[in-house]
Nanobody
Framework: QVQLVQSGGGLVQPGGSLRLSCVASGFTQPVYAIGWFRQVSGKEREEVSCYYTGDGNTLYGDSVKGRFTISSDNAKNTVYLQMDNLKAEDTGVYYC??????????????????WGQGIQVTVSS
């Protein structure tokens, strides 16, 4: 059974930092894409970033470029989302998701068949 378990999140002041983790297990292949999404109140779900475990290729959404950084510990099947210079508009529920057939190449719309449980991030003074 494929499973994604998230940790991190919480309350942080504007300009602060937070790191989210996503641990993947149960995959029958060693490489896959891990996407980070967020659901901001009153807005559509947004793809924040993507990380391909095969070669480390990454993509970032325009709203977070220069502020968020994705990294991994492949030995632990863990992907991290480091969020710096957080803004109030970053507040929302953050999800990680996995797609074994995507490579974070930005080549179109791809399904993410497996999702983490979601983590609340609140940026407020």
């Amino acid at each position: 059974q494929v499973q994604l378990v998230q940790s991190g999140g919480g309350l942080v002041q504007p300009g602060g930092s937070l790191r989210l983790s996503c641990v993947a297990s149960g995959f029958t292949q060693p490489v896959y894409a891990i996407g980070w999404f967020r659901q901001v109140s009153g807005k559509e779900r947004e793809e924040v970033s993507c990380y391909y475990t095969g070669d480390g290729n990454t993509l970032y959404g325009d709203s977070v470029k220069g502020r968020f950084t994705i990294s991994s510990d492949n030995a632990k099947n863990t992907v991290y989302l480091q969020m710096d210079n957080l803004k109030a508009e970053d507040t929302g529920v953050y999800y990680c998701a996995a797609d074994p057939n995507y490579y974070c190449t930005g080549d179109g719309i791809h399904p993410y068949d497996y999702w983490g449980q979601g983590i609340q991030v609140t940026v407020s003074s």
